[in-house]
């Protein structure tokens, strides 16, 4: 049997290297948390994968899953040696049998088998990054004592709702070695795991549990993974219904939970519409990495759009600028990060949108290096006619069709400029199709190549088909239009091209939990509380919105996803209103009852520029 085929191929760290600013946001994230860890955080630098004492589940794999093609993306050879470290550690671990994953259980039956697919996925990323032959073999003796373990001790827990992550590295040998047991243990996996589509079917979270009530089934990183189970498993079935049926899900967790950024909320379960309950950073992670499978398998160009948004607004977002402190949770609207005994998140803890080492839980502190070098790995992909450009930031790619050595550059400021300039070389002479994704926000793009200017009528992925001969340079104009976007609790949000804009508050970052041991600067834990006002209404003419916001172009820094450098900003007038604070959030929507007869002149700035922000506000009549 043959796997059916993706629409494009994702391309390797060998063939994509990031440039511009989206290479300087790789090398502040190596500064910071993601290239430290394993340096002081005992989860990682103590771990029973490394013959320590610390966790020994899913941490480490999670941790190298983005640290890995993050230090081969830098091309950084200290950081490639102990990845490398970790890697020989894993595969010197396993066991005859084929067993990878420490246990020290005494009754592997117990055994919550959800990190040995992790680990599995990370196993096939390292191949990709150094085509290590160890690997293959590795994969094969884990994946076997998989298919045997789940005879006898079924899927449960995690295991049991991420069950199609094991698709990952199942597909990767089985493309390589076409053996038929692992196609029977895709479907023992299948059958024993959790079976989303039929739960969405008759979906019971069309609103929040409430306080207190946990489940697997409205888990927020579980709803954010699962979205690639589908097409992942597509490629066996050829089931339309598992190919298509995503675009359901998605659209009931945006109507019910969605929020502006593009992800959905879940602190730590599904959390409805208001936008002070927040979204857990693991479950931005993965929605990203969902995102990234769904447009490599379907080749759909809306998959990007979101991709993009989540990217370039949740993603820096719940990162401190400098990438040393992250939240468990980002809102919103954020106007205060600080402890509570009884905070506004339904399952989480009081503490899980300070800014810190591990507010809350340490899965995400380990899993926070997964996204932005995915992202990066994500700017090109190859198609069967050619390439296909499938998120815009500065990046190139060097590879070769047939016999053909290509090179394609997209030098750009995107997403904070409209317009992606790209330099095409060829060895010689070759016709190939470079497909351009036009997003749907997009009103009038066009593409100006060879003198001449062409506009794009539609979106989706336009064309560009000719014989590439030298170097041929173009420019893809992505005009972003300011739009006001109707909210819930009659608030509104502003957005233009793939960016989200919030009012920034004044910061006073204040050090807490300075006695705990590992939170000493620069990994310490941060409260984070206003000093300016934020209780704003915005006067906005709806009928003449270009008139009622003046958009300014900033100089361009090294650290663009900060307040102080951002470089693009909106300026609105806006009144102050009642609002009212509630244990330690702005009320979800204000009371109304009082607006300043004042007019102040505000300035918003990109969503993840902000560390404390106003997103949703409501429209007053000026």
């Known amino acids: 049997m043959i796997l059916n085929k993706p629409a494009f191929k994702p391309f390797t760290v ?86 990878i994953c420490p246990d020290d259980t005494g009754d592997r039956s117990r055994y919550d088998v959800w990190a040995k697919l992790l680990v599995l996925k990370v196993l096939v990323v390292y191949y990709e990054a150094t085509e290590d032959k160890r690997i293959e073999d590795v994969v094969r003796k884990a994946l076997k004592a998989l298919d045997r373990h789940i005879d006898t001790a079924p899927l449960f827990n995690w295991g049991h709702s991420r069950w199609f992550e094991g698709l990952i590295s199942i597909w990767w040998l089985y493309e390589r070695t076409e053996e038929g047991w692992l196609l029977d243990l895709a479907t023992k996996l299948r059958c024993q795991g959790f079976d989303w589509q039929a739960f969405f079917k008759n979906w019971p979270y069309r609103e929040s549990d409430g306080k207190g009530r946990w489940s697997y089934m409205s888990h927020v990183v579980n709803n954010a993974m699962m979205l690639k189970s589908g097409p992942l498993l597509w490629r066996m079935t050829g089931s339309k219904e598992d190919l298509e049926y995503v675009n359901e899900m998605v659209d009931m967790l945006d109507r019910y939970h969605g929020m502006v950024t593009g992800v959905f909320t879940g602190d730590e379960c599904l959390a409805g519409l208001s936008p002070v309950q927040g979204t857990e950073l693991c479950a931005v992670a993965e929605y990203m990495y969902s995102l990234e499978h769904l447009i490599s398998i379907t080749g759909e160009a809306k998959w990007g759009d979101r991709l993009e948004r989540i990217a370039y607004n949740a993603l820096p977002a719940t990162y401190s600028p400098d990438m040393w402190t992250h939240q468990y949770d980002q809102q919103v609207n954020q106007v205060e990060c600080s402890r509570q005994k009884d905070p506004i998140f339904n399952t989480n803890s009081g503490e899980s949108n300070l800014f810190g080492l591990e507010p809350n839980y340490g899965c995400c502190t380990a899993n926070l290096s997964q996204p932005w070098p995915k992202f990066a790995l994500s700017t090109f992909m190859r198609s069967d006619d050619g390439f296909a450009a499938v998120v815009y930031a500065p990046s190139s790619l060097d590879t070769a069709i047939d016999d053909t050595q290509v090179s394609i550059r997209m030098q750009t400021e995107y997403p904070f400029r409209d317009t992606v300039d790209f330099v095409v070389k060829t060895s010689q002479p070759k016709e190939f199709t470079l497909w351009l994704r036009v997003p749907e926000w997009a009103e009038s793009p066009s593409v100006r190549i060879d003198g001449n200017e062409t506009k794009i009528e539609k979106s989706g992925f336009y064309p560009l088909t000719r014989i590439w001969e030298g170097e041929t340079r173009f420019t893809l104009k992505l005009p972003m239009d300011i739009s006001v976007v109707p909210r819930s609790n009659n608030l509104f949000a502003i957005t233009r091209g793939p960016l989200v804009y919030a009012l920034p508050i004044e910061e ?115």
């Not at 007038?573 to 009852?593: I, L, T």
């Not at 009082?594 to 902000?610: D, K, N």
């Open 14 to 99: 060998k063939e994509i290297k990031p440039e511009g600013w989206l290479l300087n946001q790789l090398r502040i994230q190596a500064s910071g948390l993601s290239g430290n860890l394993d340096k002081f955080w005992p989860d990682i630098k103590d771990s029973k994968w490394i013959g320590g004492q610390a966790e020994g589940w899913e941490r480490v794999p999670y941790w190298l899953d983005g640290f890995i093609p993050l230090a081969w993306l830098l091309d950084d050879e200290d950081m490639m040696e102990r990845a490398t470290y970790y890697i020989n550690c894993i595969i010197d671990g396993q066991a005859e049998d084929g067993w």
């Open 508 to 622: 006073d970052w204040v050090q807490i939990n300075k006695d705990v041991e590992g939170r000493e600067f620069p990994h310490c834990d941060y409260e984070v509380l206003p000093k300016s006002p934020w209780n704003y209404g915005l006067c906005i003419d709806r009928d003449n919105i270009e008139d009622s916001l003046t958009v300014r172009e900033l100089e361009f820094g090294d650290c663009p996803f900060s307040p102080q450098g951002a470089p693009i900003e909106i300026r609105v007038r806006g009144k102050k209103v009642d609002w009212e604070m509630e244990r330690g959030a702005a009320k979800p929507y204000p009371g109304m009852e009082w607006i300043s007869p004042q007019v102040e002149q505000l300035r918003l700035i990109p969503y993840g520029c902000t560390n404390l922000r106003m997103t949703e506000m409501p429209i007053l009549d000026d």
